[in-house]
C-alpha cells in the first residue's frame, strides 16, 4: 500500500507536558504544526492524581486537568493531533520526514517530544495496579496524599532514598526494598547515612518484589528474600518504584546523538546534533523531570523551531537570491565597531539596486553566521551563482564594497 504524504512546518513526536507546550509555541508563530501521539495526550502527567508543584495552582490540581488545558490551548492555535504511533524518521536532508503506518509526513523540523517510562519491576499482577492504583513513580506528585499512610519504596539508588525521605515527610511509615545485602546501597553516603537516621523509613534488606495484591487497588506487596528464598506479605497503601527510566528513543538509534542509557543529548537551546531536530522533556538528558520542567523544555524548542525555520528562508530566499550577485553584512548591534560600519552598508545598498545585501545581526541569527562558515564580526560575504566567493574580515570600506560586484 502506497502511503499518502502530508507537509509541515513542524511534527512534534509526543504528546506530553514538552510536546504540548511546543505545539503552543509553534502555533502560536503560524507555523503549520502537527502532533504525533500513540496513547494519550498528556504523557504520564495524567495519570498523576495531584500535582501540587506546578506554579499558579495554589489548590493543586489533577494531571488530566492540566495536560487538558494544554491539550486545549494547543489546539486553540491550530496544531493538528494525529493518534498514531511512528514507525521511522528520516533527518538526511533538508526536508525531514515522520512515518507512521499508513502517512509520510514531510517537514522542516522535527522536535522529539516522546517522553520516556520508568522502568517496573516485572512482578506477578503489576500492571494491574500501575500509576492511579498504587504503583507510583513520582514522590513529589503524590507525598501529600500518602499523608498518615504506610508506603514502600522500591530501589535504593540516590532517586528512591532521596525520594523515600521526601516521602517520610508526609508518610507515617516508609519501607525500603533493597536487592543489597544489609547495609549496602546504591546511593551516595550522605544520602545512605540519613536514611538509616531516620525513624520512620524501614528497610527489607535482600529483598525484591515478588507480587503486588489487592482487589480495585493496592493493598500489599509480597517480597521475596533472595537468601533464604522465603515470601513475605507486607501490607501497605501505595508503593514507589525507583529503579531507573527508559526514554523512548528506539527509532531514534543511530539518527541524533544520545548518551550511553539512551536519553537524547541536547545543548541550552534544545537543539540536537541535527539542525532543525530538537528534543525537549524526559527523553533529554537531564536533572529533573518534571511538568514543570518539561513546560520549559518544549518553550525552547519550539521558539527555536520558529527561528530555524525563518533563518531557513532568509537563507534560501535572500541570501542565495537565486544565484544572483548577493552581499551579506554579519555584525552585532552591541559591537561599537559593527555600528559605525551600518549606515556604509545602507548607503552602498541603496546605491546597488541591483545587489541583495542582508544584514544578518548575529546575535538574534546566529544561525545563519553558521551556515555560511562565520565566526567573527563585523564580516561581509560575498556570494554568486548561490555560492560563497569572497569573504571579508578586516579593513571593510566603501572601495572593497565596489570591488565586488565590478
Not at 499518502?4 to 512546518?9: G, L, R, V
Not at 531536530?277 to 524526559?282: L, S, T
Amino acid at each position: 500500500m502506497e502511503k499518502k504524504t502530508e507537509q509541515y512546518d513542524v511534527v512534534i513526536i509526543g504528546g506530553g507536558a514538552a510536546g504540548l507546550t511546543a505545539g503552543i509555541y509553534c502555533g502560536r508563530a503560524k507555523l503549520k504544526t502537527l502532533l504525533l501521539e500513540k496513547s494519550l495526550v498528556g504523557g504520564l502527567a495524567t495519570y498523576t492524581n495531584e500535582i501540587e508543584n506546578y506554579p499558579g495552582f495554589p489548590e493543586g490540581t489533577t494531571g488530566t486537568d492540566l495536560m487538558g488545558l494544554f491539550h486545549k490551548q494547543a489546539k486553540k492555535f491550530g496544531v493538528d493531533f494525529k493518534m498514531t504511533d511512528v514507525k521511522s524518521v528520516s533527518v538526511s536532508e533538508d526536508i525531514k520526514v515522520v512515518e507512521t503506518f499508513r502517512v509520510r509526513y514531510e517537514c522542516k523540523v522535527i522536535i522529539i517530544a516522546s517522553g520516556g517510562k520508568p522502568r517496573i519491576t516485572g512482578a506477578a499482577n503489576e500492571d494491574k495496579f500501575l500509576y492511579d492504583k498504587g504503583i507510583s513513580f513520582c514522590a513529589t506528585c503524590d507525598a501529600a496524599a500518602n499523608t498518615g499512610k504506610t508506603v514502600m519504596v522500591v530501589g535504593s539508588g540516590d532517586a528512591a532514598i532521596e525520594e523515600g525521605m521526601f516521602l517520610t515527610k508526609f508518610a507515617d511509615k516508609v519501607i525500603v526494598s533493597v536487592m543489597h545485602d544489609h547495609g549496602k546501597m546504591d546511593c551516595n553516603e550522605i544520602a545512605k547515612t540519613q536514611a538509616l537516621e531516620n525513624p520512620k523509613m524501614e528497610f527489607m534488606w535482600n529483598t525484591m518484589v515478588s507480587s503486588f495484591e489487592g482487589e480495585e487497588r493496592l493493598d500489599s506487596v509480597v517480597l521475596k528474600n533472595l537468601k533464604l528464598n522465603e515470601l513475605q506479605n507486607i501490607k501497605v497503601d501505595s508503593c514507589f518504584l525507583f529503579i531507573g527510566y527508559t526514554p523512548n528513543t528506539e527509532i531514534l538509534s543511530g539518527i541524533v546523538e544520545m548518551n550511553q542509557n539512551g536519553y537524547v543529548l541536547v545543548n541550552e537551546k534544545m537543539e540536537t546534533n541535527i539542525p532543525g531536530v530538537f528534543a525537549a522533556g524526559d527523553v533529554c538528558d537531564k536533572f529533573l523531570k518534571q511538568v514543570a520542567t518539561a513546560v520549559g523544555d518544549g518553550a525552547i524548542a519550539g521558539y527555536g523551531a520558529e527561528k530555524y525555520i525563518s533563518e531557513c528562508e532568509t537563507y534560501e530566499h535572500q541570501i542565495l537570491n537565486q544565484g544572483k550577485p548577493s552581499i551579506v553584512y554579519l555584525w552585532n548591534a552591541t559591537d561599537p565597531s559593527c555600528r559605525e560600519l551600518l549606515p556604509m552598508i545602507e548607503a552602498f545598498e541603496q546605491s546597488h539596486p541591483d545587489v541583495r545585501v542582508t544584514k544578518v545581526d548575529v546575535y538574534k541569527s546566529p544561525g545563519l553566521a553558521g551556515r555560511l562558515g562565520i565566526d567573527s564580526v563585523p564580516s561581509i560575504v560575498y556570494l554568486d551563482d548561490g555560492k560563497v566567493q569572497r569573504v571579508i574580515t578586516e579593513a571593510i570600506s566603501d572601495d572593497i564594497l565596489n570591488a565586488l560586484t565590478n
